[in-house]
Each structure stands twice: as structure tokens, then as C-alpha cells.
């Protein structure tokens, strides 16, 4: 037999105190020291420091406005044109909903699939739900929206899919692979003696999965389900690369038909950006609150 | 095979299995009769609780055989559900539906698993918690229960299958010594009944005065066994010797 290898707190005595490490800690020591000593860094703002940041902000707007002359104001053109923006962002949520929605369905199946018994079912899902979770969201719309047609007959009728709903299934791929997962996590999370306690009252497994198993994990999975949700309403507006009438495209549309005036450029996608903002932060927060509510307590 | 209650309720016969390179049960063999009470005590380790896990198909075995009412466990066609209709087990860490209070606990077994009408299944839920000393927790989730009323609402749960033997594995050893007591009566009120009960336990105390028969298990095989006047003062083994010295 071949010789074991030397393997240090194995084969021999591992030295507790590696002097390599001493003067590091020695500086960690003290800094820990210092810490408590003085307190640490803390920005502590408070609500008036935003006020008077944005009171800066209208001020030098005003000072923008003013020298622009007798042109008309870029946040005056905005002003303008926010209803087309909005409406855009429309589309943004209604393609966020239907995608989260089928991506929903078809990750919860393929999570359940990743749990099964039968194991060219478990592989087969699995391979799926790595494929579409490691992929780039934009080469799987870009995939999608270019390999769907964009029109099907059926019989005499022709019918039109637009744009968009194209993008509804480019989004709900990588959506379903990550729901997919959050799904098979939950169910392993669920702690072992619950299965033993459910198949030795002679549960079968399907009663098992659906009555004791499931009902637990659902708590579990609204927080990532909702994390998720942000994560597809923020990457939306990937779409427009491919044309769909969302909102950075209605944006690109307003600056040209004001002869893409440069200045627009910081009023149009702050607009832009707030709008996202105000919408995902509120979704965040509360993610962050039922998080806590459901936190396993032991 | 028609059974009758002249032959044993349930049959071990050199029961051999092992987890990977590690053997756990080299070779056990007994019979547990109708309305006995066995408890099987040893070290951490010994197989106690792979055994009894055996004996309702938890576990699978290598070698050897297993019947329960003359049907055998080791059977790949058993139908374990069948199997564990007449065999409850209660579990060291209570392990209740979380989402379900003390009556649906004891409630969901009959009504989804037998098929039994809810309202009959219901009735005699209320029973088995009033016969765990449990009236008015009825509403209560596992997690407002304390960790011995919890496991007397596993007992009631498992009861409601009408099972003909009970398997009770190490089901005090996650209690506090004054909530142990509580679970105790509730198992010797069980055994009183005529219950054919098979426990895993570390409590001395209670296997010399409730049981008919105690087994002693170390490295996978029943070292010493008999009723439990001789085994406590008469054992003959040195391992048995030197377990009971520490621990009595």
C-alpha cells in the first residue's frame, strides 16, 4: 500500500498557534478594541438631509432652467411627455405579471419534478432548471423572440403573437428555473422527521408532499417568490432592445421627437429610474418584513 | 397464512443491516407476543433505534426477516402503507404537523389515510386527547405546547390509526425530567390497555416496572435478555454489568 501522505491534525499534531497569523490578529484585537471603545462609523442621516439635498436639486434646476433662455426646459419637456413614459411602464408591469405568473406555474412543476422519487424525472428537471438558471436573460429573450414566429395559422385564421408576449416567455424561463429551485429548496428544507412522522401514519407520498409537506414550505417560498419578482420587474426593460413598446423604448421615442436634445438625457432616465424605484422598493421592504415574520422559529 | 393471536405479534429473525461499511445489526432474533410490552435498552449506538425503525419499514434490512402478523416486512411487494396502518411509532422529537393544531394532528391519519368519516374520526379524536390528559388543547398548535404535551398529542395521533402495535423510539429522551413523567403514564396507561408496545428507552425505572420483557443491545446483536426482575438483578454479561452499574 502506498504510504499515507503527511496530513497536518491528522497523522500528526496540528500546532494550535500558526505565529503566521499572530501579528494579524494582533491588529484585529486591537482594532476590535478601538471599536468598542469609541463606537463606529455610523452615517446617521436624517430625513431633513434628503430634504435639503433635494431642495439642491430644484435649486439648480431652476438655475438650468433659467439659462436655457427662451428654449423650452428639458424637465419642462419631460413634464410633457410623462404620460407616454407612464404608459410604457404599463407594459413593463403587465408583461412583469404574465411572466411571473407563467414562470410561476412552470417552476412550481419542475421544482416538484426535481423532488421526485423517479429519477429520470429528477435528472431530466434538473437539467432544465441548471440550463435556463445559468443562462444570460437576455440571449434567452433574444433566443425566444427570434425563434418564435410571429404570427400562427390555425385553419383559416391568422393570429398575431406581438412583440411582447414574446417577451412574457423569454422572461418566465430563467423566472420558472429559479422559482423551480426555490421550490425544491423549500421541500428539502422541510426537516427529515416530518416525512418519517407522515409515512409511518401510512401517508403515501403524493398525501405526504401535498398535505404536510407543501402547506409548510409555502411561507418559505413567499419571500424568495417576491425577491424574484423584483429581480423580472427591474430587468423588464431588457425587452426594448428587441423593439417592445415598454418604457425605455417610449422614453428613445420622446428624445427623438425632441430632436434628441442632450440635455434630456438626465431628466428622462431619472425619470425612468424613480419610477422603477418607487415601484420595487415598497415590493423589497415587504419581502424584507414577511422574511422576518416567517423566519423559522426553533 | 391466516394469523392468530397464538403466534407472535411481531417476529425478528437474524436481522442483519448495515449503513454503508458500518454494521448496525448483526444478527437479532425475538418474538414480541400480543398485549407484551418489550423495551429494548443499550448504549448509544447499539442499533436500538435502527431495529425498531426496521419493524415498520422506516428502515429497510439486508439479511433476515421481519413479520408483523405473520406478513412479512422484508418483502419488496409489501405494501408498506398496509403495514404501517397497524403500526403506530412515536419519535424522539415529536415531529407533529407544525401547520396543524393538536386535533387536526390526531384527526388528519383516519380521515385521509383510512377514509373514515370525519365527524365519527373527530368524536373520537376528542377521546384520545382527553385519554392523553390533554382536554382543551385541542386548538393549540405544536408550537404552543410544551415538548411532553406535544409528544402525548404524537401518541394520540398515531393511536387514532387503531394500530395493533405501538413503537415507541427514545420518546422521552428530548424531555425535561418533569414532563417525562407526564409521557410515562400516558404509555403505562397504554400498556394497561392490552397495547402491544415495543419501546427504545433509556428510562430504567420505567422498563423494570412496566415492561414484560427487556432486551439488551450493544454492537448489533442482543447481548443479555430476560424479564426485568432477573436482567436488573441478576445479569450475567459484563457488558450488561457495566451498562447498569453507570447507569442505575
Given amino acids: ?298 | 397464512m391466516a394469523w392468530d393471536e397464538s403466534q407472535p405479534m411481531v417476529s425478528i429473525n437474524d436481522v442483519h443491516k448495515s449503513f454503508g461499511e458500518l454494521k448496525v445489526l448483526n444478527g437479532v432474533s425475538f418474538d414480541v407476543m400480543k398485549r407484551e410490552v418489550i423495551c429494548i435498552i443499550g448504549p448509544s449506538g447499539s442499533g436500538k433505534s435502527t431495529l425498531i425503525r426496521c419493524v415498520n419499514a422506516l428502515n429497510t434490512i439486508d439479511k433476515g426477516s421481519i413479520t408483523v402478523q405473520g406478513q412479512e416486512v422484508h418483502d419488496p411487494k409489501l405494501d408498506k402503507l398496509e403495514l404501517r396502518k397497524k403500526v403506530g411509532m412515536v419519535f424522539q422529537q415529536y415531529n407533529l404537523f407544525p401547520h396543524k393544531t393538536a386535533l387536526e394532528n390526531v384527526m388528519m391519519a383516519p380521515t385521509h389515510v383510512l377514509k373514515q368519516d370525519k365527524a365519527e374520526v373527530e368524536e373520537r379524536a376528542y377521546k384520545l386527547i382527553k385519554k392523553v390528559r390533554l382536554d382543551g388543547k385541542e386548538r393549540s398548535y405544536p408550537g404552543e405546547l410544551s415538548g411532553g404535551q406535544q409528544q402525548r398529542v404524537a401518541i394520540a395521533r398515531s393511536l387514532a390509526m387503531n394500530p395493533d402495535v405501538m413503537l415507541f423510539d427514545e420518546v422521552t429522551a428530548a424531555l425535561d425530567p418533569e414532563t417525562v413523567k407526564e409521557v410515562l403514564v400516558t404509555i403505562q396507561e397504554l400498556a394497561e390497555d392490552g397495547m402491544t408496545c415495543m419501546l427504545v428507552t433509556h428510562e430504567m425505572g420505567f422498563a423494570r416496572e412496566l415492561a414484560d420483557h427487556i432486551y439488551f443491545t450493544d454492537r448489533g446483536i442482543i447481548v443479555e435478555h430476560g424479564p426485568p426482575v432477573t436482567f436488573f438483578t441478576d445479569a450475567k454479561d459484563p457488558r450488561t454489568k457495566e451498562f447498569l452499574s453507570q447507569i442505575l
Fill in chain 1, 1 to 298: 500500500m502506498k504510504r499515507c501522505r503527511m496530513l497536518t491534525g491528522v497523522n500528526t499534531t496540528a500546532p494550535t498557534r500558526l505565529p503566521v497569523l499572530l501579528p494579524s490578529a494582533a491588529a484585529t484585537i486591537g482594532a476590535a478594541r478601538r471599536e468598542r471603545h469609541e463606537g463606529t462609523f455610523r452615517l446617521n442621516l436624517k430625513l431633513w438631509h434628503g430634504g435639503a439635498l433635494l431642495l439642491l436639486l430644484l435649486i439648480f434646476l431652476g438655475v438650468a432652467e433659467a439659462a436655457n433662455g427662451t428654449r423650452e426646459g428639458p424637465w419642462a419637456i419631460l413634464w410633457r411627455w410623462k404620460w407616454f413614459v407612464l404608459q410604457g411602464f404599463g407594459l413593463n408591469l403587465l408583461i412583469s405579471f404574465l411572466a411571473m405568473a407563467l414562470g410561476t406555474v412552470a417552476g412550481a412543476v419542475l421544482g416538484l419534478m426535481q423532488v421526485s422519487l423517479l429519477a429520470p424525472v429528477r435528472t431530466s428537471s434538473w437539467v432544465v432548471t441548471q440550463f435556463f438558471r445559468n443562462s444570460p436573460w437576455l440571449v434567452l429573450l433574444f433566443t425566444v423572440m427570434l425563434l418564435l414566429p410571429f404570427e400562427i395559422e390555425i385553419g383559416d385564421t391568422v393570429f398575431p403573437i406581438p412583440d411582447w408576449t414574446k417577451a412574457v416567455i423569454g422572461f418566465s424561463l430563467p423566472i420558472m428555473a429559479n422559482l423551480s429551485e426555490v421550490v425544491r429548496g423549500a421541500v428539502i428544507s422541510i426537516p427529515s422527521g416530518q416525512w418519517e412522522s407522515s409515512e409511518s401514519l401510512a401517508f403515501s407520498r403524493r398525501q405526504t408532499i401535498w398535505m404536510i409537506i407543501l402547506p409548510q414550505c409555502f411561507k418559505r417560498m413567499i419571500p424568495p417568490w417576491m425577491n424574484w419578482y423584483c429581480i423580472l420587474a427591474m430587468a423588464t426593460p431588457l425587452c426594448s432592445i428587441m423593439g417592445v413598446e415598454e418604457s425605455v423604448t417610449h422614453v428613445s421615442q420622446a428624445m427623438a421627437a425632441e430632436d434628441n436634445r442632450p440635455d434630456l438625457l438626465t431628466p428622462f432616465y431619472s425619470f425612468l429610474l424613480l419610477i422603477h424605484f418607487v415601484y420595487t422598493y415598497p415590493i423589497a421592504r415587504w419581502t424584507i418584513s414577511l422574511e422576518r415574520k416567517f423566519a423559522v422559529k426553533l
